[in-house]
């Protein structure tokens, strides 16, 4: 019989790849039937299924935590909580949401959806998976992720005058009776900061990558 735990992990990954299919599929046909204007729009096309998609992928901190998924949890943390950050700033910026940038970004964030979670769809249903789901999981998907990381830190320059605007016209965020924050500052430090746990992220996936490659070649000499 099926246990919850594999009902329950196997949903969720096929919820995840049937949310971003959609999404990505989206995107590609309104911008070959619209060009360039379908930039424009992206956000109001597919923002609230990527929103849904991202808010659920909190639930793989717990996946990791329980034991449900196989996986470093600091990689996973910091791919999860940069992509919401990210996502609640844009959301709250209506006048950005209209950037090519913002476009750019979701497009790159399905990229690497779609190569995770069929990935961990066939690790349901398969012991060993091939040497072509390793290499697209652990090989294509690193340099892709890179990419999105300069994504994401050009999507957070480019915020920052709307941003500025913003706090320019409501009263500062009050820490203390004396002390005042000051947003944009903060996103200027994040920015290093966002590269620096980018940079942690990838060496522990390549760690993984390591650890996965490995071990299937260990299970192939056996065999």
Same mark, same amino acid.
């Given at each position: 019989?099926? $246990?919850? =735990?594999?009902? &329950? ?35 109001? $096309? ?25 996986? =470093? ?64 999981? &652990? ?8 990419? $999105? ?7 957070? &320059? *480019?915020?920052?005058? &709307? ?35 980018? $940079?942690?992220?990838?060496? *522990?996936?390549?760690?993984? =990558? ?14």
């Amino acid at each position: 019989m099926l $246990s919850f =735990r594999f009902a &329950y992990i196997f949903s969720y990954n096929l919820f995840q790849f049937c949310g971003h299919t959609w999404i990505l599929a989206n995107t590609i046909a309104r911008f070959l039937t619209f060009g360039q204007d379908a930039l424009a729009d992206t956000f109001y $096309s597919v923002g609230f299924v990527m929103s849904l998609c991202q808010l659920l992928s909190i639930l793989e901190l717990f996946h990791i935590a329980d034991g449900i998924e196989k996986a =470093r949890l600091l990689p996973r943390f910091v791919q999860v909580m940069e992509k919401n950050l990210l996502l609640v700033m844009v959301i709250l910026l209506e006048e950005f949401q209209s950037k090519p940038v913002v476009c750019i970004q979701f497009f790159l964030w399905n990229i690497l959806d779609l190569l995770r979670y069929p990935h961990e769809l066939l690790l349901c249903v398969m012991d060993t998976p091939s040497i072509a789901m390793l290499w697209t999981r &652990y090989t294509l998907w690193i340099p892709l992720y890179v990419l $999105s990381v300069i994504s994401e830190g050009v999507t957070v &320059y *480019q915020a920052l005058p &709307y941003i500025e605007q913003v706090v320019s016209h409501s009263a500062p965020l009050r820490l203390t009776v004396t002390t005042h924050l000051h947003l944009p500052l903060i996103l200027m430090v994040y920015l290093p900061v966002h590269g620096l746990g980018a $940079s942690v992220t990838v060496w *522990q996936l390549l760690k993984e =990558r390591q650890h996965h490659v490995e071990k299937w070649n260990k299970k192939m000499k056996r065999k």
